[in-house]
C-alpha cells in the first residue's frame, strides 16, 4: 500500500489540461504544517492561520498560483457543500493577496 504522501491524482490545470499531481505539493505541506500547529484551535483560528501562511509563502515564491488551483481541485470531491464553500471563500482570499 502507498504512503500518503505518495498519493497522486489527475487534476485540471487552469489551461484544462489534465496533469499528475502529487500531494506533497507545495500547498499540501503548508496545510499540514498549519494544521498541526494549530491542533485544538477554533475553526476560524486555524481559517486565519491557513491564510496568513498561504500569503507568506505566495510573497515568498513558496507556493504559485498553479499550486492552490491543483490543491482546490484535488480535494473539492471530498468535501461536502458546506465544506466546498468555506474552501472557495478561503482560496479567493489567498489568491486576492
Do not use: C, H, W
Not at 74 to 90: A, E, F, G
Amino acid at each position: 500500500m502507498k504512503k500518503f504522501s505518495e498519493y497522486s491524482a489527475n487534476v485540471k490545470n487552469e489551461e484544462g489540461k489534465e496533469e499528475r499531481i502529487a500531494s506533497n505539493e507545495s500547498a499540501f505541506s503548508l496545510l499540514k504544517r498549519v494544521a498541526s500547529k494549530y491542533e485544538g484551535a477554533s475553526e476560524d483560528e486555524l481559517i486565519e492561520a491557513i491564510i496568513l501562511e498561504a500569503r507568506k509563502a505566495k510573497s515568498e515564491g513558496r507556493l504559485s498560483e498553479q499550486e492552490i488551483t491543483n490543491f482546490v481541485n484535488m480535494i473539492s470531491p471530498m468535501l461536502n457543500d458546506l465544506q466546498r464553500s468555506k474552501l472557495t471563500s478561503v482560496i479567493k482570499q489567498i489568491k486576492s493577496s
